[in-house]
T-cell receptor, first 111, second 118 residues
């Protein structure tokens, strides 16, 4: 299973765009890249998933370069409620395949 | 999105007793569920993969006789912490994937169950 590396922590201010980059040098051909958000004492919540290029949904964008060895989660105009831990996971997302969590990035959004 | 529910959300027990945590997929069938454990300020650690109708697959270092997993139906998996000790105190989280092997269904997580062993 591909190992992921993310910054341990990041700080931002309300209204700013936040970009969190994840390295996954050993990503396999079948692997997808998925980002989750976790608040204290809650289960992780799905944010976005992609395979290559760019994916955008109502809460975030995911940028994946051609070599797929890294990915960047972009959160536009963060608010205080975006303070959480963000996890980048890499793996084949088919039914039986497990996903391993890395250390995650602790994002703190300040007023 | 799909809903995965855990019960109880919090449990306090005495050392030596056993505790059962339930994980239910409320609006979809889950052939496979996953159990994670999370200590304070740490990431989620995968404990085991729960397969409906068969034995669970445990990760290296996880005692299968201590953490009993039963996946009796397509919507329910249970984790029983047997003879619990204070070091088993943790946040236990289950997850399930909606969809088939071939697609890229997202993983849905339960709310978590906080176990405190006195």
């Amino acid at each position: 299973l591909a190992k992921t590396t993310q910054p341990i922590s990041m700080d931002s201010y309300e209204g700013q765009e936040v970009n969190i980059t994840c390295s996954h040098n050993n990503i396999a051909t079948n692997d997808y890249i998925t980002w989750y958000q976790q608040f204290p004492s809650q289960g992780p919540r799905f944010i976005i998933q992609g395979y290559k290029t760019k994916v955008t949904n109502e809460v975030a964008s995911l940028f994946i370069p051609a070599d797929r060895k890294s990915s960047t989660l972009s959160l536009p105009r963060v608010s205080l409620s975006d303070t959480a831990v963000y996890y980048c996971l890499v793996g084949f997302s088919g039914g039986y395949n497990k996903l391993i969590f890395g250390a995650g990035t602790r994002l703190a959004v300040h007023p | 999105g799909a809903v995965v529910s855990q019960h109880p959300s919090r449990v306090i027990c005495k050392s030596g007793t056993s505790v059962k945590i339930e994980c239910r997929s409320l609006d979809f069938q889950a052939t496979t569920m996953f159990w994670y454990r999370q200590f304070p300020k740490q990431s989620l650690m995968l404990m085991a993969t729960s397969n409906e109708g068969s034995k669970a697959t445990y990760e290296q270092g996880v005692e299968k006789d201590k953490f009993l997993i039963n996946h009796a139906s397509l919507t329910l998996s249970t984790l029983t912490v047997t003879s619990a000790h204070p070091e088993d105190s943790s946040f236990y989280i289950c997850s399930a994937r909606k969809g088939s092997v071939a697609n890229t269904g997202e993983l849905f997580f339960g709310e978590g169950s906080r176990l405190t062993v006195l």
